[in-house]
């Protein structure tokens, strides 16, 4: 089973300073299968990011994805207001088939 | 635009099965590209996925919670179902409806219900 771990836990910026979120994995994972979420309070999860760096349908280019094997990078500039939320990456792995999330990183809006 | 609405009982008790159904509207559960499945978020915590199944029937499950778990589809009805057997109250959470789609990653989600499980 691959480990997703996220930090920092909580990170606080200010309106208009750039956000960096990190996700190790415990194995290599493959770039296709990484993925991002936002998740504001009372909400499900919306996708962000997918393959690791392609943005989904209709998010701002204010967020982008990059990294490859163990270490990927969420990075949120210009930051906004309605930015604050608890951001997940995810991985699937195939063998044995598995969808992992990370614990995720609370961003705070000073 | 696809559309997940999950339905079930908010509260369970200890030992019960907890059953939930999801209903898909602005497309078919039967295509066949996608999975199906659910994702469950205990109270001010992170998220586990659960399971996920084809519409003709296969499945993958958590291997943590695979002795416990049953998904199906209902394709004449729209519907995907979950069925968590023998529940504690580690088990409370809001329940999540998904599609995971190319690559697994999660475009679709439904709005979640929280279920508790007490007596």
């Known amino acids: 089973e691959i480990v997703l771990t996220q930090s920092p836990d909580t990170l606080s910026l200010s309106p208009g300073e750039r956000a960096t979120l990190s996700c190790r994995a415990s194995?290599?994972?493959?770039?296709?299968?990484l993925a991002w979420y936002q998740q504001k309070p009372g909400q499900a999860p919306r996708l962000l990011i997918y393959g690791a760096s392609s943005r989904a349908t209709g998010i701002p280019d204010r967020f982008s994805g990059s990294g490859s094997g163990t270490d990927f990078t969420l990075t949120i500039s210009r930051l906004e207001p309605e930015d604050l939320a608890v951001y997940f990456c995810q991985q699937f792995d195939s063998s044995p088939p598995f969808i992992t999330f990370g614990q995720g990183t609370r961003l705070e809006i000073k | 635009q696809l559309h997940l609405q999950e339905s079930g009982p908010g509260l369970v008790k200890p030992s019960e099965t907890l059953s939930l159904t999801c209903s898909v509207s602005?497309?078919?559960?039967?295509?066949?590209?996608?999975?199906w499945g659910w994702v469950r978020q205990p109270p001010g915590q992170g998220l586990e996925w659960i399971g996920h199944?084809?519409?003709?029937?296969?499945?993958r499950y958590n291997p943590s919670l695979k002795s416990r778990v049953t998904i199906s589809v209902d394709s004449s009805k729209n519907q995907f179902s979950l069925n968590l057997r023998s529940v504690t109250a580690a088990d409370t959470a809001v329940y999540f409806c998904?599609?995971?789609?190319?690559?697994?990653?999660?475009?679709?989600w439904g709005q979640g219900i929280l279920v508790t499980v007490a007596s």
């Open positions: 199944t084809f519409y003709s029937g296969t499945t």
């Open positions: 602005g497309g078919s559960i039967s295509t066949s590209q996608y999975y």
């Open positions: 998904a599609r995971p789609g190319s690559a697994y990653r999660i475009d679709y």
């Open positions: 194995q290599s994972v493959n770039s296709v299968y």
